[in-house]
């Protein structure tokens, strides 16, 4: 004999039935359904400085091959620049574990040349060999929109030739850098504050080309277009500026890492270490870059 439907019996049914559901699955830490709301990516700077995210061995200044020439200059000359860093301790090992302050240690090699494909045999107008050692910290400043990181230490800068033709830097820096959105891209800020400790027989004088900072600002984001820009002023009042354009051709691989068509342009003194003290006109070079 069937019972008659009620609407009593047809909640008690419903009431049943939703016990039996198994309990939803909580979404992770950070995710919701809501795609505005979910972990943004790395910033372009984060990536490379986060404790938790960065491998021992990565990426440091940009790594490019470009090609041009300068204004009044009927050679075409090619630059291009290695860049690597190295973490020289695993930060969850013991010695780490005991003396925290070690787990910043990085070892720094940044080599940019100069290459004159126009002249006979196609020489190299200079090569500069940049080996360093510096600590690292990254989210040193997250409030709000805002973000940084620090490096300091000890960095060696010369051209590996001897006699006359010899010039070397040895410098102690620091480089703070502060990181804001805007517009949705990200604006870098890092100026590298430096000091002399020796310099070479022949380039006693270099600071009144090059100065006592680097002043760097960079605007973009890892999905687009990236612009940078260096300006460096000695004390007797030598400039010197170069701007930096990237544009992808592909996706990135890792944070600043992938395929760019490259551009450069610069003016101003000591475009390499050897001519330090002698300005260049205005030159353009484009290429392909491999980290921006």
């Not at 040193?140 to 805002?146: A, S």
């Not at 687009?224 to 354009?245: C, F, K, M, N, P």
Request: net charge negative.
């Amino acid at each position: 004999m069937k019972r008659p439907l009620t609407l009593a019996s047809l909640l008690l049914a419903c009431q049943l039935a939703a016990a039996r559901q198994p309990a939803p699955v909580e979404p992770p830490t950070g995710m919701t359904g809501n795609p505005a709301e979910q972990e943004r990516p790395p910033r372009t700077v984060r990536a490379q400085v986060a404790a938790d995210r960065e491998p021992a061995l990565t990426v440091n200044e940009p790594m490019y091959f470009v090609v041009g020439g300068k204004d009044g200059d009927p050679d075409t000359t090619a630059r291009f620049q290695l860049s690597l860093k190295y973490r020289i301790f695993d930060r969850e090992g013991d010695l780490a574990r005991r003396l925290p302050f070690l787990r910043g240690l990085h070892f720094g090699y940044t080599q940019t040349s100069l290459w004159n494909l126009s002249a006979d045999s196609a020489p190299f107008d200079d090569t500069s060999y940049r080996p360093s050692f510096f600590w690292e910290w990254g989210d040193m400043v997250e409030t709000g929109r805002f973000g940084g990181f620090v490096r300091f230490g000890y960095e060696h800068e010369s051209n590996g030739q001897g006699g006359a033709e010899s010039r070397s830097i040895d410098t102690l820096f620091v480089m703070p850098a502060f990181s804001m959105d805007l517009f949705d891209r990200e604006l870098l800020f890092t100026p590298k504050l430096y000091t002399y400790v020796a310099k070479g027989e022949y380039n006693e004088d270099i600071e009144d080309y090059r100065g006592y900072a680097d002043l760097i600002l960079r605007y973009g984001n890892d999905d687009s277009w990236v612009v940078q820009a260096l300006y460096r002023q000695g004390t007797e009042g030598h400039r010197s500026g170069q701007i930096d354009l990237s544009i992808p051709l592909r996706r990135r691989i890792f944070a600043r890492t992938g395929a760019y068509v490259y551009f450069q342009a610069f003016k101003g003194y000591g475009e390499s270490l050897a001519a330090y003290n002698q300005e260049s006109e205005l030159g353009a070079r484009i290429g392909i870059a491999f980290v921006r």
